[in-house]
């Protein structure tokens, strides 16, 4: 099924662990982002690209890393995982690189630190 | 003050009630995009627009660009369309960016 498949659904890290967060599309999508939501704050832009090997910061970059090596897979990884970064993250991925497309989004991934 | 501003934050219903959502902006946009999100579940994209009107069965969203203002319509609402609606904008922020901004979505409760 065409779509944007993330993994895992479900982690629980302990504090200062590393862990990357998968998301692959096969729309041959240019934008791909990942999201974190919290309650009562909405969805948070942590890192896009607009395409392969080029990246960008969000809003909360802080704490994560990206890379997107392919067209298809844009992995978001946490390098020292806090008990602030316990949140439900989306990837999401679009068409095009400026506004005006419609977005595809993952199922997404609920972790927990502690 | 946020960029994009949704009313009500949460709202009940009775089934078969016709329902608002309204989603006001700030800045400069490409395209106004309404998704749902179902408790516990992912986001499903309803809408994009960039002016005027769509309908898709019983959901209608309106777009006022003079007035920075949509509105997500539900008629007939059935206990299945409880969930989570977010209004969300894009523009060129920046050059060759594809930014979404988000409302902080509405919490709508159907009941039988």
């Known amino acids: 099924n065409a779509g944007v498949t993330q993994t895992p659904k479900f982690q629980v890290l302990k504090t200062g662990q590393s862990m990357t967060l998968q998301c692959a599309q096969d729309?041959?999508?240019?934008?791909m982002s990942w999201y974190r939501q919290d309650p009562g704050m909405g969805l948070r832009l942590i890192h896009y690209?607009?395409?392969?090997?080029?990246?960008d910061q969000g809003e909360v970059p802080n704490g994560y890393n990206v890379s997107r090596s392919t067209t298809e897979d844009f992995p978001l990884r946490l390098l020292s995982a806090a008990p602030s970064q316990t949140s439900v993250y989306f990837c999401?991925?679009?068409?095009?690189?400026?506004?005006?497309?419609?977005?595809?989004f993952g199922s997404g991934t609920r972790l927990t630190v502690v | 003050k946020n960029e994009v501003e949704q009313s009500p934050q949460n709202l009940t219903a009775q089934e078969g009630e016709f329902i608002t959502i309204n989603c006001s902006y700030s800045?400069?946009?490409?395209?106004l995009h309404w998704l749902q999100q179902h408790p516990g579940g992912g986001i499903v994209s309803l809408f994009m627009?960039?002016?005027g009107k769509k309908k898709h069965g019983r959901l209608i969203a309106t777009i006022n660009i003079q007035e920075k203002h949509s509105s997500l319509h539900i008629t007939a609402s059935h206990p299945r369309d409880s969930a989570v609606y977010i209004c969300?904008?894009?523009?060129?922020?920046?050059?060759?960016?594809?930014?979404?901004?988000f409302g902080t979505g509405t919490l709508l409760a159907v009941q039988p």
């Open positions: 999401a991925s679009s068409y095009g690189r400026v506004g005006g497309y419609g977005y595809t």
């Open positions: 729309m041959n999508h240019e934008y």
């Open positions: 627009l960039s002016s």
């Open positions: 969300a904008v894009t523009g060129d922020y920046g050059g060759a960016t594809n930014k979404l901004i």
């Open positions: 690209s607009v395409g392969a090997g080029i990246t």
């Open positions: 800045v400069g946009i490409s395209a």
